[in-house]
């Protein structure tokens, strides 16, 4: 069976320090990996999706980056965390040509102070 | 553990018609948040809702209603004359504010079609 593993939990960052969320799907190949965000009082938010190694889409212009090394490692990344990057980051994952079904990872929540 | 119970897994009906999507959740924390999302299937879930564990009343928003009821442990979703539009796989989840980290913990979802 597929599964879905996205670290660390929790994560308290200093503005201007960097981050880095990883997750990673087993069990399953080609998998479509999504990043969401849903950032307080908001709805979630999808941030980057990719459909294969190297493939990132953004969904919106931020202060965050995507990057997909492996086929089944999605990575969130930034340089400098702003406040507003303050949320929970939700990693998921879809079978190829089937996006509409889309299993999620525990998710991170990320305070920026 | 928390656990978000979706037990429909697909629902059709014909437009017009009323819908009942059912959620049942269980968690030890007296704290705690529940959502419905919508993905329709552009693939994007939108955020329809979020009821906390103090708040019983229900809500209402033009055709969408949810009935949250703590004793059965129920957050249902109720569609009142369901259109075409509403086809989607709707999602209800549930968050925990306790215990040291928070996890938003999602039911599989519910495939609503509506047919014209």
């Known amino acids: 069976s597929q599964t879905i593993h996205q670290w660390p939990a929790t994560l308290v960052q200093p503005v201007g320090s960097p981050l880095s969320l990883e997750c990673t799907v087993e069990g399953t190949s080609n998998p479509n990996l999504y990043w969401y965000r849903q950032a307080a009082g908001r709805g979630l938010q999808l941030l980057f999706y990719s459909v294969g190694i190297g493939q990132i889409s953004s969904e919106v212009p931020q202060n965050l980056s995507a990057s997909r090394p492996q086929d089944r490692q999605f990575i969130l990344s930034s340089k400098k965390l702003l406040l507003s990057d303050s949320g929970f980051y939700l990693c998921?994952?879809?079978?190829?040509?089937?996006?509409?079904?889309?299993?999620f990872g525990e998710g991170s929540w990320l305070t920026v102070v | 553990a928390q656990k978000v119970t979706q037990a429909q897994t697909e629902i059709s009906v014909v437009e017009k018609e009323d819908v009942t999507l059912d959620c049942v959740y269980e968690t030890r924390d007296t704290t705690y948040y529940l959502f419905w999302y919508k993905q329709p299937p552009s693939g994007e879930l939108v955020f329809l809702i979020r009821?906390?564990?103090?708040?019983?009343q229900n809500e209402i928003s033009g055709r969408y209603s949810w009935n949250f009821q703590k004793s059965t442990s129920s957050f249902n979703f109720t569609i009142t004359a369901s259109q075409v539009v509403d086809s989607a796989v709707y999602f209800c989840?549930?968050?925990?504010?306790?215990?040291?980290?928070?996890?938003?913990?999602f039911g599989k979802g519910t495939k609503l079609t509506v047919n014209p």
């Open positions: 998921a994952w879809s079978l190829l040509y089937e996006r509409n079904t889309i299993y």
């Open positions: 989840a549930l968050i925990t504010t306790q215990g040291g980290s928070e996890k938003l913990v």
């Open positions: 009821r906390n564990s103090f708040d019983e």
